[in-house]
């Protein structure tokens, strides 16, 4: 059974990099045909795809963050990393790790599907806050 663990700073201030890593167990990065995602829940609000990067290393972006966003892996570790620059205030939130199965697509197509898959096989989350 996979697991997913989220780790890193709790508490970033306004405009630096929030840096976030996940550590995967029981299954590989690698496996064929998965994406191992990111994805945050603001307060009071529902769950937001931030991006995903595959089995083969080729990332996808929510179109509404991709020029603050980087995702990537380390596959000797078992671990993907988020970076997200500029933060504020609104994007304090649960941070959590995903892994998600969807069917074989490219581009846009991708993101789409990305953007409304299954996300409960996920990490239990980490709770990042933007404040000074």
């Known amino acids: 059974q996979v697991q997913l663990q989220e780790s890193g700073p709790g508490l970033v201030k306004p405009s630096q990099t929030l840096s976030l890593t996940c550590t995967v167990s029981g299954d590989s990065i690698t496996a064929n045909n998965y994406y191992w995602s990111w994805i945050r829940q603001p307060p009071g609000k529902g769950l937001e795809w931030i991006g995903s990067?595959?089995?083969?290393?080729?990332?996808h972006y929510s179109p509404s963050l991709k020029s603050r966003t980087s995702i990537s892996r380390d596959t000797s570790k078992n671990q993907l990393t988020l970076q997200l620059s500029s933060v504020t205030p609104a994007d304090t939130a649960v941070y959590y790790c995903a892994r998600v199965l969807i069917p074989s697509c490219s581009g846009y197509v991708c993101s789409e599907l990305l953007r409304r898959a299954d996300f409960s096989s996920r990490g239990q989350g980490t709770q990042v806050t933007v404040s000074s």
């Open positions: 990067i595959n089995y083969g290393g080729f990332t």
